[in-house]
């Protein structure tokens, strides 16, 4: 495997990914000014990720597609619900006009990729098939490739819906697959995020509170990009954004 090259900056905020891609074999040569100044390395004498192992991974963070049909009442929370037109900035993440699909080779190994609670929805409850377009992106996650984004606010709306029904083992199978640390950041909403929604709200006035707490989040992680089911999202000017209809 050649070696992974990243900037000082850029290591720092990503350190607690980083070391996971270590561990799991990567070597991760530190630049600054384009010099190698240091690597991150695994320890000597332990072997990276059974390919095996990272199947099994993929497959347990797949086989929550659609386990949470029915979970959500589809008249008040609609998980996947028609998008506005794209806005032009969204352009570089999606794929050429004649292609079909969205192509997640697009996004870069490492990439944070935020999910909002409407786009987890979506992919629990395969609703109208956003979990099929989600699919690459969460066997992406599932194999370590990318690192998911997933805020207090998101799990919580992931959890209303089995938690209404009554489904504590699958509250719990969600709440554990969540707060994996081989495919998630979960990132609590502090006084940094709260600040900066606050902010957003007032250039965004579009933006609910949850709206520009899922926005804050995404940008506070340095995530590439939020994917969303949130027409208010959806047309945001401030971070690239995927509706799950539209990849």
Same mark, same amino acid.
């Given at each position: 495997m050649p070696d992974t090259t990243m900037g000082v900056e850029s290591?720092? /905020?990503?350190?607690?990914?980083?070391?996971?891609? @270590? &561990?799991?074999?990567?070597?991760?040569?530190?630049?600054? =000014?384009? +010099? $190698?100044?240091?690597?991150?390395? $695994?320890?000597?004498?332990?072997?990276?990720?059974?390919?095996?192992?990272? #199947?099994?991974?993929?497959?347990s963070l797949m086989a929550l597609q659609g386990s949470g049909r029915g979970c959500?009442?589809? #008249?008040?929370?609609?998980?996947?619900?028609? @998008?506005?037109?794209?806005?032009?900035?969204? #352009?570089?993440?999606?794929? %050429?006009?004649?292609?079909?699909?969205?192509?997640? /080779?697009?996004?870069? =190994?490492?990439?944070?990729?935020?999910?909002?609670? +409407?786009?987890?929805?979506?992919?629990? @409850?395969? &609703?109208?098939?956003?979990?099929?377009?989600?699919?690459? %992106?969460?066997?992406g996650i599932g194999a370590g490739y990318w690192i998911g984004v997933v805020s207090s606010?998101?799990?919580? /709306?992931?959890?209303?819906?089995?938690?209404?029904?009554?489904?504590?083992?699958?509250?719990?199978?969600y709440i554990q697959a969540f707060e994996n640390p081989h495919h998630w950041q979960l990132i609590p909403s502090d006084g940094a995020i709260a600040a900066a929604a606050v902010r957003l709200r007032r250039q965004e006035p579009q933006l609910d509170d949850s709206c520009a707490i899922e926005l804050a989040t995404a940008i506070q992680s340095g995530a590439v990009v939020l994917v969303t089911d949130h027409p208010a999202l959806a047309q945001t000017g401030l971070h690239p954004v995927l509706s799950a209809l539209r990849i």
């Open positions: 290591a720092r /905020r990503r350190l607690p990914e980083l070391l996971e891609r @270590a &561990a799991a074999g990567e070597r991760i040569v530190i630049q600054r =000014h384009r +010099t $190698p100044m240091a690597a991150l390395v $695994p320890l000597a004498g332990r072997a990276p990720i059974d390919p095996l192992l990272r #199947q099994r991974q993929i497959q959500w009442d589809p #008249q008040q929370r609609q998980p996947a619900r028609p @998008a506005p037109p794209p806005p032009a900035f969204v #352009q570089p993440v999606q794929n %050429l006009p004649h292609q079909e699909a969205f192509n997640p /080779r697009l996004l870069a =190994h490492g990439s944070r990729i935020a999910l909002d609670g +409407t786009a987890l929805v979506a992919f629990l @409850a395969d &609703a109208k098939g956003a979990g099929k377009h989600l699919e690459p %992106l969460m066997q606010l998101s799990l919580m /709306r992931v959890l209303e819906g089995p938690l209404a029904r009554g489904d504590e083992a699958l509250a719990q199978r």
